[in-house]
């Protein structure tokens, strides 16, 4: 089936470093989404793409679309301790196709 | 702010009893969904439905079953619980455009996290 490899799996950091992380897939996607979950809470959506290229912001972080639909990146500046959380990114092949994909997250972590 | 909320939040129950995790939305979205989730692990798709009276088998296959009687209510029911059972699992909601010609992302709830002994 189709998979969205997330990387890196987990990250730790120090306050103010600024964060990148990534998510590939062999398949195009038409949409990526990147969610925050914390601990024993659901998903909350961050940054949803729609076109090939787009970069988006919400507040610290900004969010690109790929120009090959195959991948996307998510950016957190200048972190903060609530940042702290699991952030997954998800997929949808087409417009139609309401169901996503996830992927398995990357666990970030924030040093004292 | 999504509306969608999930009840019980947590549930510890003993292998063999039928057990329902409840599900309600206030934002009217027709399509509702139910992931299961093993700790800090991705999501899998296990139910969803279009609309009343609608219901579909997700990508994960589950043992668990689901209604869809009123559109803002979709609980998942365990018939005989087992320990195999035990996980995380969430519910959500969407708008619905059929010529899928919008967008419309899910939104989550708070998440059940059921454990069987």
């Known amino acids: 089936g189709q998979q969205l490899n997330q990387s890196p799996q987990s990250m730790f950091i120090q306050e103010g470093e600024d964060v990148s992380m990534n998510c590939t897939s062999s398949?195009?996607?038409?949409?990526w989404l990147w969610y925050k979950q914390d601990p024993g809470e659901g998903p909350v959506l961050l940054i949803a793409?729609?076109?090939?290229?787009e970069l988006t912001s919400n507040g610290r972080l900004t969010a690109q679309f790929g120009i090959t639909r195959k991948d996307s990146f998510l950016n957190i500046s200048a972190s903060i301790p609530s940042d702290v959380g699991i952030y997954f990114c998800?997929?949808?092949?087409?417009?139609?196709?309401?169901?996503?994909?996830f992927g398995k997250g990357t666990r970030l972590h924030i040093l004292p | 702010e999504a509306d969608i909320y999930q009840t019980p939040r947590y549930l510890v129950i003993g292998t063999g009893k039928k057990i329902t995790l409840e599900c309600s939305q206030t934002?009217?979205?027709?399509?509702m969904y139910w992931y299961q989730q093993d700790p800090g692990m991705e999501l899998h798709l296990i139910h969803y439905?279009?609309?009343?009276?609608?219901?579909e088998k997700g990508d994960l296959s589950s043992e668990s079953t689901v209604s869809r009687i009123r559109t803002e209510h979709f609980p998942l029911t365990l018939e005989s619980a087992r320990p195999s059972h035990t996980s995380q699992y969430l519910c959500?909601?969407?708008?619905?455009?059929?010529?899928?010609?919008?967008?419309?992302?899910?939104?989550f709830g708070p998440g059940t996290r059921l454990t069987v002994t």
């Open positions: 959500a909601s969407s708008e619905y455009y059929p010529l899928g010609d919008r967008n419309y992302e899910q939104y």
């Open positions: 398949s195009i996607f038409n949409t």
């Open positions: 793409l729609y076109k090939a290229g």
């Open positions: 998800a997929g949808r092949r087409t417009n139609r196709d309401d169901k996503i994909i």
């Open positions: 934002m009217g979205h027709d399509k």
């Open positions: 439905s279009y609309g009343v009276n609608s219901t």
